[in-house]
């Protein structure tokens, strides 16, 4: 069984439309996350999300939009795509209270936008 | 605010040979993590080994082992007898809760390695 999935795999896109990137976890976890990296392959978390509660929001531009059903999944909703956000994101989970407990990442999303 | 350096962007290895990869940080916190990761060409991140601030000794897990040196702010990643599949970026992660909770990963810039027959 996968820990932490994500679709699509890819996604190609013209600029101006509004996607959406999904993310399930069956670990359990109580905190998802999302990165996101660069062309140069540089990771930067983008938010975290615990019990339904936004944690973290480093400076990510508000067309970004977490949404989470429930603590099982965290979909990234991006609307009025730019060039710029062509990269490859991550949803990430772990359970918060202990610094030694790894994230799990997914296989991460392709984005490209044309 | 957190930084972690990791100073080489890629490194060629013979076959075999041991290697580390190098990687520093910057917190004013006393309790931390760190963390490194593996991301080969298809792209997943594959979690490697951890070590907390507080442990004494270096972690170790299988032929990875971390040289902790808390004072030096160093978290260098050893790979003893590496192979043709240890090819791969390298990524040095570091966790805390300076953010009251918030406890992302802040993540090095990588090394990409190259084990060359």
């Known amino acids: 069984d996968t820990a932490v999935s994500q679709t699509p795999k890819y996604l190609v896109t013209q600029m101006g439309n509004d996607k959406s990137i999904k993310c399930e976890q069956n670990?359990?976890?109580?905190?998802m996350y999302w990165y996101k990296q660069d062309s140069k392959k540089f990771l930067k978390i983008m938010f975290s999300?615990?019990?339904?509660?936004?944690?973290i929001n480093e400076t990510v531009p508000n067309r970004f939009s977490p949404k989470s059903p429930d603590k099982a999944h965290l979909n990234l909703h991006i609307n009025s795509l730019e060039l710029g956000d062509s990269a490859v994101y991550f949803c990430?989970?772990?359970?918060?209270?202990?610094?030694?407990?790894?994230?799990?990442f997914g296989p991460g999303t392709r984005l490209t936008v044309l | 605010a957190q930084k972690i350096t990791q100073t080489q962007p890629g490194m060629f290895v013979q076959e075999k040979e041991a290697v580390t990869l190098d990687c520093t940080y910057d917190?004013?916190?006393?309790?931390?993590?760190l963390f490194w990761y593996k991301q080969p060409s298809s792209g997943e991140m594959i979690f490697l080994i951890y070590?907390?601030?507080?442990?004494?000794q270096n972690a170790t897990e299988g032929r990875y082992s971390l040289n902790f040196q808390k004072a030096r702010k160093s978290a260098n990643l050893v790979i003893s007898a590496s192979q043709l599949g240890d090819s791969a970026m390298y990524f040095c992660?570091?966790?805390?809760?300076?953010?009251?909770?918030?406890?992302?990963?802040?993540f090095g810039k990588g090394t990409h390695l190259i084990i060359q027959p």
């Open positions: 999300y615990n019990n339904k509660e936004l944690i």
């Open positions: 917190t004013s916190d006393q309790s931390y993590g």
């Open positions: 070590q907390g601030s507080y442990d004494e």
């Open positions: 990430a989970s772990s359970q918060r209270g202990s610094l030694n407990n790894e994230q799990f």
């Open positions: 992660a570091m966790r805390d809760f300076s953010g009251g909770g918030a406890d992302g990963l802040t």
């Open positions: 670990l359990g976890h109580d905190t």
